[in-house]
């Protein structure tokens, strides 16, 4: 008979009675495999851990937004945000389903036009364009989003000595009611910057003022603060059109969608608690509609939401190496992957569940990355099942940001693949290697004459 494994007895507390006013926990199910591919053999395949996305949810996620939108408002375009997710593959199925691209640094507007995306359907957002990078832009007629006025300032003298007029428009930050203000980018709408600004692209006649754009902070939870937002936008526009004769095109509202992710102390936040994208299409769709303007005349509303589209359709693979007692007499479990490669643990509660069979029997927990450093938690405090090492955990709504923050620190970052609509599995990124991770590194003779003492 084998063996068993001795595990030094734990007490645990044992509630009865009536339910507390926050309802007791359901036992963590086993998810061992994601769209009929078991875990297990995604792990055998690509290594552990290993991030996995789903085509199908992408391009569902994509296709429900633009309907709440587009069954509103006559005219509406996203642009898919390249910072959320830049893996090439991911881009290009947005730009499939008729995605334009918003990108914030000259990286990413290269990875655009790589990407095969024209010029016209380029957002450039962010307060670190370089001047080459301006100079792209306008050669490729693309639309810049003026975040400053030293930025203000290059492009008039770019365009001074330009053939080609710049299409422009003024981001505007605003106070909506959300807490903190995010006023680090753009103009300032209450003390009359953002109308200095768009003034002076008008009085100087070398650019085109096309387009307002905002965008007021991430995760926005308070529908109400895009309908303040959204007036405030159409207020500029009519003034733009009535005061300076410049009739504006596009209004774009930015990103700020959240996904179904867990937000880290915030109070019983579930599902039902979190908007849908059709509660904030009607915010800004019926706000825009009642505002006034002649019908032939709507501008087209712009979108950049990136987290809301693709944060569920993306995994966390992973595997368990050890288990301790803290000591408080808390379980600590040690997983594959830390805070380097899951970096939105800083921000979420993630769900995550276990990847096999297990006993009903759960107890309070903290995940820990493998990490040598104290901050590498992935959860602080969760309910699992005993995991053993070698058991597998999925780690569910990963998909944004994760591929664009990690960072290449004490370990490898992992292998990324896709579950295609087929059913087939594609390696869209490879594990890194200690080649790949030195492959940018010189070694100077400096090193090489000395030999080393023992």
């Known amino acids: 008979m084998q063996k068993l494994k001795y595990e030094r007895p734990y007490i645990k507390k044992l509630n009865t009675g009536m339910l507390n006013k926050f309802a007791s926990a359901n036992p963590a199910q086993a998810f061992d495999a994601i769209e009929g591919i078991p875990v ?81 359907h380029i957002i450039f957002n962010g307060p670190g364009k370089k001047r080459e990078e301006l100079l792209a832009a306008i050669e490729n007629n693309s639309l810049i989003h003026i975040d400053h006025f030293d930025e203000l300032y290059m492009l008039m003298e770019l365009a001074a000595s330009s053939s080609t007029k710049p299409r422009v428009a003024v981001r505007v930050n605003m106070d909506t009611g959300l807490y903190p203000q995010w006023d680090r980018f753009g103009f300032n709408y209450e003390n009359g910057e953002a109308w200095n600004a768009i003034s002076k692209i008008v009085q100087n006649n070398k650019m085109q003022l096309i387009g307002l754009h905002c965008h007021i902070g991430t995760y926005i939870l308070d529908v109400a603060a895009y309908t303040k937002a959204t007036t405030k936008m159409c207020g500029l526009a009519m003034r733009c059109a009535k005061d300076l ?29 979190i908007p849908s994208v059709d509660d904030f299409a009607e915010a800004i769709t019926t706000t825009i509609l009642n505002f006034g303007f002649e019908k032939d005349k709507l501008p087209l509303l712009i979108l950049e939401t990136g987290r809301a589209l693709i944060d569920d359709a993306g995994y966390l693979l992973g595997t368990v190496i050890a288990n301790k007692r803290l000591a408080n007499g808390r379980r600590g479990t040690v997983l594959d992957f830390g805070v380097n490669t899951l970096f939105t643990s800083f921000w979420y ?10 006993s009903t029997h759960t107890e309070p927990m903290t995940l820990y990355g493998p990490l040598c450093m104290n901050i590498d938690v992935i959860r602080e405090n969760i309910n699992l099942p005993v995991l053993d090492p ?36 594609h390696l869209l990124r490879k594990a890194e ?12 003779e400096l090193t090489k004459s000395k030999a080393v003492e023992k």
């Not at 004769?245 to 109070?267: A, R, T």
């Not at 780690?395 to 087929?422: C, D, L």
């Open 349 to 358: 509660d993630h769900q995550i569940t276990p990847a096999q069979g297990t």
């Open 40 to 120: 297990k053999k995604l792990i055998e395949q690509y290594g552990s851990p290993l991030f996995v996305l789903s085509e199908k949810r992408i391009r569902h996620n994509y296709r429900a937004a633009l309907r709440a939108f587009n069954t509103r408002y006559p005219k509406v375009q996203f642009a898919w945000s390249y910072k959320t997710n830049y893996l090439s593959t991911v881009c290009q199925i947005f730009h499939e389903e008729g995605s334009w691209a918003e990108v914030v640094s000259g990286f990413e507007y290269q990875k655009a036009v790589k990407n095969g995306v024209n010029g016209s």
């Open 433 to 444: 290697t200690l080649d790949y991770v030195d492959e940018m590194e010189q070694t100077p």
């Open 390 to 425: 070698g058991d597998h955990v999925v780690v569910h709504k990963a998909g944004a940001y994760n591929m664009t923050q990690w960072m290449q620190f004490i370990t490898y970052r992992p292998a990324i693949v896709m579950i295609a609509e087929s059913g087939e599995t």
């Open 245 to 273: 004769n410049n009739p504006i095109e596009y209004l774009d509202m930015g990103g700020g969608f959240p996904s179904n992710n867990v937000l880290k102390g915030v109070h019983l936040q579930s599902a039902d608690s």
